[in-house]
């Protein structure tokens, strides 16, 4: 028997996040992404070169409206970033911070977006893993605040998001100038995948630098599309399209944690079990799927999940 | 493979005689190729005809059923490696496993019964029984299999090595077609004939890709027609790769010893949450059937979760149940928004409405999977399906107000749905994503403000 071996033309672009002191930055340590020259975790054509990477989410403003499963592993930090940084750094020890400026919203508070910036400032300061920003997904204020925020963490070399079809360029302009990667986003469609990253490059700005987010849909909330949609931007990169050669993004926390399955509590659903059983691995089971489909780096929410998925990945990858 | 109408062409007699019903035999090989035609309406065909033709109408991954009856799963006869490049059809069977000698096994059996979820209007449940033979004592064991399916009512998968053990239980349910699954690629040939004589699926593990090959040829040479074949009994990076191996061989290939649907046990030893992340991975990629010991609801309803979503079919978009849903905790005052019942569609306006953080009901009408603008275009999303769904939801009973918000891609259609329903329109946003702004400034009713 001939085993069938797939040669793939191309491979995946590979993006760092993150600079310690030698790349102009200060943090301990980086992460590099991608580099697949084959679908994920098929060893015998060629093992992945990095592991995919895990982040966790902190926000800056005390998530009243989260369930109780996903407040108690950072009680005392909730509504303080430096600090949530810090507590998550020292006891759940992600591969990065996803800081989330969700205040800046109009809806979540209407932050001042030099606020945001001197919240990047002291997060930075607390914590020393690489950081991914992420705006508050409304145009104007993030328009705001980017620039500032890119900014306040020039030299760190982060990943800042998003960068959408229609709102691309004050973010690219800041992420050149301060020489930050770009996480952009669409909307579950291959085809504006792609015309992102090509509006971004047009800019001069490297597509080596961007990372891909499809638009994750939790497990049991249309989970389907983005696995195919990441599936299909995965084998087109391999067969050579330069414009879809990212690596990709799971942003699986926030998706999964709106799930009912998820957060609801087991004296509403007792037929579904204990929510801090279940909680946390219905985010793990959004990410496991994601992997399967190409993904390269995971953000995370519960510090379970995540911990998970680690396992997991030495189980995929054989690391005893 | 397909054999094109010229393949087939030229394995036919080339006389033109007609008596096949079909003028010429290029014509003749035409149907049959699309399958318009079957190769016994010609008299003439020769022997290596019939072989070439049979072989080539196999499918490429055979489809084997286990159980009998109205609870017997299907698995097999899939045609892609890719989900977007058709669908996965016949989903992955869960099988959770029952020791023998466990002193749990009947609330375990009747707990495996019990494992079913109502989702998007579909029911989800675990599909069979795995009992692993341990005691060696083909009485016990046969009584045990008997016992199993009176308490779980389900198919069952027969763990066992043992011959007389295997035996003696299908003597008891070898009528509800169990899969007989020994873990040694010893006797193969004994159990091949074991499988023939009760018509039972059987399971080869070779304990490599290879050697399960070599096997599942000797199982079909000694009379077993219906075979699984067993995936990695190693690290799941094993198991990933035997059964892309299987499928690649057998699609790419036509590689028939590896032409079967598969199975594949998560680790025993590791702990439930890394066993249900081990069975995610089973079920999106290939596995037939999925083993494992997990019993829990929080670990059973997302496995069965995303069974579901990775065999929806890409083709035909699931569907929500057509009704009336709140969003948040609404009162009477609430808005109500209505939309289709394309699951997508449905997904992003209900979270668009949950961000917003305003309590809602949405209103969802059938229009058959079909996001707004296909149903407007379709005419499934008309003044007449939104005023009949309205009626039909009971929302005049739960609301003070009779103000329903329209998508604004529709909003071509809020004179006729006013005259239809008696409700007042307000035309929402285009895009959902607009939901949450519109609900906290645009928004006028519900509050007694536009009540004229």
Redesign the interface.
Known sequence: ????IEKWPAAINTVTIGAREDGGGTRSSTVTIGGETTLP????EGAPPHRPALALDILDYSPD?WPETLREPFREALGDPAEWAGLCQEKYRPDLICLRLQSLHP?WGDTDPERAAETVRAVLAATSLPLIICGCDHPEKDNLAFPLCAAAAAGENCLIGFATEENYKTLTAACLADNHAIWAQSP?DINIAKQVNILISEMGFDPKRIVIDPNT?A???????T??IM??IR?AALDGDKMLAMPLLGDVGADAW?AK?AKAAEKDFP????EN??GP??E??TA??LL?AGADLLIFRHPEALR??R??LD????IA | MALTGLDIYKLLPKTNCGDCGSPTCLAFAMKLASKQAELQSCPHASEEATAALGAASQPPIRLVTIGAGDNRVEIGNETVLFRHQETFYHQTALAVRVREDDPEREARLEKIAGLRFTRVGEEIAVDLAALEEESGDPEKFAAFALRAGELSGLPAVLISSSLPCLGAALEKIGKSRPLICPRSPEKIEDFAALAREHSCPLAVDGGSVEKTAELSLRAREAGAEDLVLLAGSGSLKEKLADLTVIRRQALRKQFRPLGYPTIAFTNPDADPEAQALEAAVLIAKYAGVVVTDLIRPEYILPLLTVRQNIYTDPQKPIQVEPKLYPVGTPDRNSPLLVTTNFSLTYFTVEGEIEASRIGAYLLVVDTEGTSVLTAWAADKFNAASISRALNDSGAADLLDHRNLILPGYVAVLSGKVEEESGWTVEVGPREASGIPKFLKTAYRGGTGKDQS
């Open positions: 028997m001939e085993t069938v975790f098929l060893a015998f409206d809806d579950i849909g497990l049991g909330y249309g989970i389907e599309y696995y195919s599936e299909r084998l709106r399955e037929e579904w079990g204990e059983l279940r691995l219905w793990a089971a496991a799927l399967q998970k998925i396992d997991h189980n995929l990858l054989d």
